[in-house]
């Protein structure tokens, strides 16, 4: 399965330079959120596969323009092709007011992640968990819009899924952005901007990321 990972900023490689043939090997796009709506209603458009997302803390215009065709995977677990793929948006709360509508404290979140126990029974797990934030000291930021959330752990030292996909740190944050690491057995991805990975379902592999 060829996963295209997206976030953050929009790919001009996509957007601006389009050529269909640049999806006609993706089997699934997944947004990692803070992407304009019309971005994502636009690759929808031009790919042979569904497009899933989670929200980012600047996408509050969401309520007003969702993306057009795409598929929100916010508090649940989504089936592809028999891979189970978890969503978490949001970031840590750090404003008020419709701004901070995709932004919680880590309380709220762990809550989040407790009521979603149920759907994770039921799916008998996760093969790959969507977050905009990363998790607590997992190249995180110091600054608490960025300081990543602790519940995650939860679900990857639990659930163990074989792919976290996050973004929210951006590329022009110097030593605090990594595009690819691990923590334990688990393949972590920023999908800042724009990443493809090979996902092996069968064996439960992440055999490249570029």
Same mark, same amino acid.
Do not use: W
């Given at each position: 399965m060829r996963i295209l990972a997206v976030a953050d900023v929009e790919s001009k490689y996509y957007w601006d330079f389009f050529e269909k043939s640049k999806l006609e090997d993706i089997?699934?796009?997944?947004?990692?959120? =803070?992407? =304009?709506?019309? *971005?994502?209603?636009?690759? $929808? !458009? *031009?790919?042979?596969?569904? @497009?899933? *997302? @989670?929200?980012? #803390?600047? =996408? *509050?215009?969401?309520? =007003? $323009?969702?993306?057009e065709g795409c598929i929100s995977i916010e508090d649940t677990v989504y089936v592809?092709?028999? $891979?189970?793929? +978890?969503?978490?948006?949001?970031? +840590? /709360?750090? #404003?008020?007011? #419709?701004?901070?509508?995709?932004?919680? !404290?880590?309380?709220? +979140?762990?809550?989040?992640?407790? /009521?979603i126990k149920r759907k994770l029974w039921k799916s008998k797990g996760v093969d790959i968990l969507v977050t905009h934030s990363p998790a607590f000291h997992l190249h995180d930021g110091e600054d608490l819009p960025h300081t990543g959330f602790k519940c995650f752990y939860e679900i990857l030292d639990k659930q163990k899924p074989k792919l976290f996909i996050h973004g929210h740190v951006h590329r022009s944050y110097g030593r605090q952005f990594v595009k690819e690491y691990s923590y334990n057995d688990i393949k972590v991805v920023n999908a800042f901007e724009r990443c493809i990975i090979d996902y092996e379902p069968e064996k439960g592999e992440v055999r490249n990321v570029q």
């Open positions: 089997d699934l796009i997944i947004s990692a959120g =803070d992407l =304009d709506p019309h *971005y994502l209603s636009f690759l $929808v !458009t *031009y790919a042979k596969c569904p @497009v899933l *997302y @989670v929200h980012g #803390n600047h =996408d *509050y215009k969401y309520e =007003d $323009v969702p993306p592809h092709q028999g $891979v189970r793929i +978890m969503g978490l948006g949001g970031s +840590m /709360k750090y #404003n008020f007011g #419709n701004e901070s509508a995709y932004q919680y !404290t880590e309380r709220q +979140m762990a809550s989040r992640v407790r /009521k």
